[in-house]
C-alpha cells in the first residue's frame, strides 16, 4: 500500500479486480478532487446526493469512504509552486482504482495544456464515456430531446489527443512538407502547418471492445462506429475496419453486422443480437437530430467524439447536465464536463447535475444500482417539480429558483 505525503486515507476497503472483475466492498474507499471555481459548491452538492442515495439504499450498510486528492489550484496551496498534477495524486487513483473530480483550470503558461488531459494520460485513461439523455421538463432547444438516449466512448489516447504539430515556417514544418512532397507526389503549400494524428488497431479494438461490453451488459441494441473513413481512409477508415474486426472476432456469438442484416436477415435484426453500424461523422450529426432514437451506443475516434457529445448535451439541456467518465480496464475517473466558471464560484449558484449524474455512473460503476435507481428518480421528479438553479429557472415558466445545495437537497428528499 502506497504511502502519501498529503492524502489522508480514511478507514476503509480498497477496491479490487479479480480476474477483471470489479469487487466492491460494503465500505469501499473512493478518491474525490473538489475542483477549482465552481469545483467546491457542485462536489459539495454532489457529495449529499450520493451519500443520501446509498444511506437510503441500502439502511446504512453500505457507505463510501471519501478520501480527497488533490489538482489544480488547490494542489498547488497543499503541496507548493507548479505542484497542479502531484505525482502522489496519480498514485492514489492507480491504487484506489475510483475517483470522482470537479472541473480543473489549466495552467497559463508552460507546462501541461490541460490537467484532464495529462491525468487521462498519465493513467492510460482510454475511455472518455459520455452518457447522454434526456430528463423530462428540462429546457432544451429540440422539439422531442426524449429520443436522444445514447452512451458515446470516445478514444482518449490517440487521434488528435496524440497529435504531432509543425507550426508555419518552421524547420520541422518545412522538413516535413518536403519529405511527403517528394516521396509520395503531395503538394502541400508552402507554410503550411501540419499536424499528425495516429490512431492504431490496438487502441481502436479496445475502445470498441469497451463500448461492446457495455452495450451487452446494459441490453442496448447497437454500437455505432462514426468515423470520416471516406476521406481519411487509413486511420478513420481503420478506426471504423479495426472495430468491426474486434466485433467480429471476439463477440462472434452476440453480434450481427448492419450488412449482415441486409445480406442474411431481410433487413431485420435476429432476436438477441447486438447490431453493430457505421456512419460517416458528417452524417452522424444530422441522424442526431433527426432520428436519434436509432442510435444506442457510440464509439468513435478522439476529435469526433469531442464534437458529438457536446452537440449531443446541448439537445437535452446542455453540459451543465451532461456527466462523462474516463475509464481504463481498472481505473475510473468520473467527472464534470463543463468548466470551472469561476465568475460564480463560491456562490452557490450554479447547476450541479453534471456532477451528480457522473456519481450516477460511479455507483453503477461500483454496482450499486439501487443507489443509482434512486438518484435518477429523484432527479427527475426534481426537474420536473422545477425546483431548479438558476440557469433551468430563467428558461421555465413557474419555476422555483434554487441554490446549488438547496437543489441538492430537493433531490434527497425526492429519494422519498
Given at each position: 500500500m502506497a504511502k502519501f505525503k498529503k492524502v489522508v486515507i480514511p478507514e476503509g476497503d480498497k477496491i479490487v479486480y479479480k480476474d477483471g472483475e470489479i469487487q466492491v466492498a460494503d465500505n469501499p474507499i473512493v478518491l474525490f478532487i473538489e475542483g477549482d471555481g465552481i469545483g467546491p459548491d457542485i462536489w459539495n452538492a454532489t457529495k449529499t446526493v450520493l451519500d443520501g442515495a446509498v444511506k437510503k439504499a441500502y439502511n446504512?450498510?453500505?457507505?463510501?469512504?471519501?478520501?480527497?486528492?488533490?489538482?489544480?489550484?488547490?494542489?498547488?496551496?497543499?503541496?507548493?509552486?507548479?505542484?497542479?498534477?502531484?505525482?502522489?495524486?496519480?498514485?492514489?487513483?492507480?491504487?484506489?482504482?475510483v475517483a470522482i473530480k470537479g472541473p480543473l483550470t489549466t495552467p497559463v503558461g508552460g507546462g501541461i495544456r490541460?490537467?484532464?488531459?495529462?491525468?487521462?494520460?498519465?493513467?492510460?485513461?482510454?475511455?472518455?464515456?459520455?452518457?447522454v439523455k434526456y430528463y423530462p421538463g428540462t429546457p432544451s432547444p429540440v422539439k422531442k430531446p426524449g429520443k436522444l438516449d445514447i452512451v458515446l466512448f470516445r478514444e482518449n489516447t490517440e487521434d488528435v489527443y496524440a497529435g504531432i504539430e509543425f507550426k508555419s515556417g518552421?524547420?520541422?514544418?518545412?522538413?516535413?512538407?518536403?519529405?511527403?512532397?517528394?516521396?509520395?507526389?503531395?503538394?502541400?503549400?508552402?507554410?503550411?502547418?501540419?499536424?499528425i494524428k495516429p490512431i492504431s488497431p490496438f487502441g481502436t479494438k479496445r475502445l470498441v471492445k469497451m463500448a461492446i461490453d457495455y452495450a451487452l451488459s446494459h441490453n442496448r441494441k447497437s454500437v455505432t462506429l462514426v468515423h470520416k473513413g471516406n476521406i481519411m481512409k487509413f486511420t478513420e477508415g481503420s478506426f471504423k475496419d479495426w472495430g468491426y474486426e474486434a466485433a467480429v472476432k471476439d463477440y462472434r456469438d452476440q453480434v450481427v453486422t448492419e450488412d449482415e442484416v441486409w445480406e442474411k436477415h431481410g433487413g431485420k435484426v435476429p432476436e438477441g443480437k447486438l447490431l453493430i453500424k457505421?456512419?460517416?461523422?458528417?452524417?452522424?450529426?444530422?441522424?442526431?437530430?433527426l432520428r436519434a432514437d436509432e442510435y444506442d451506443v457510440v464509439a468513435t475516434p478522439n476529435l469526433n467524439g469531442d464534437y458529438l457529445s457536446d452537440a449531443a448535451a446541448a439537445q437535452v439541456g446542455g453540459l451543465g447536465i451532461a456527466p462523462g467518465a474516463n475509464m481504463s480496464h481498472e481505473a475510473a475517473l468520473f467527472e464534470a464536463t463543463h468548466g470551472t466558471a469561476p465568475k460564480y464560484a463560491g456562490m452557490d449558484k450554479v447547476n450541479p447535475g453534471s456532477l451528480i449524474l457522473s456519481g450516477v455512473m460511479?455507483?453503477?460503476h461500483l454496482g450499486w444500482k439501487k443507489a443509482t435507481d434512486l438518484v435518477e428518480k429523484a432527479m427527475k421528479k426534481t426537474i420536473r417539480s422545477k425546483v431548479v438553479t438558476y440557469d433551468f429557472a430563467r428558461q421555465m415558466t413557474g419555476a422555483k429558483e434554487v441554490k446549488t445545495s438547496q437543489f441538492a437537497k430537493e433531490i434527497v428528499k425526492n429519494m422519498g
Open positions: 446504512g450498510k453500505k457507505k463510501i469512504a471519501w478520501a480527497e486528492i488533490y489538482a489544480g489550484e488547490k494542489a498547488v496551496a497543499t503541496y507548493g509552486k507548479n505542484q497542479w498534477l502531484p505525482a502522489e495524486t496519480v498514485k492514489a487513483i492507480e491504487e484506489y482504482k490541460s490537467l484532464n488531459v495529462a491525468l487521462r494520460q498519465k493513467l492510460d485513461l482510454f475511455a472518455c464515456v459520455r452518457p518552421t524547420k520541422g514544418a518545412d522538413e516535413v512538407r518536403a519529405f511527403i512532397n517528394e516521396n509520395y507526389k503531395h503538394n502541400i503549400r508552402e507554410k503550411s502547418g501540419i499536424g457505421d456512419r460517416i461523422a458528417d452524417s452522424m450529426f444530422q441522424q442526431i437530430l460511479m455507483l453503477d
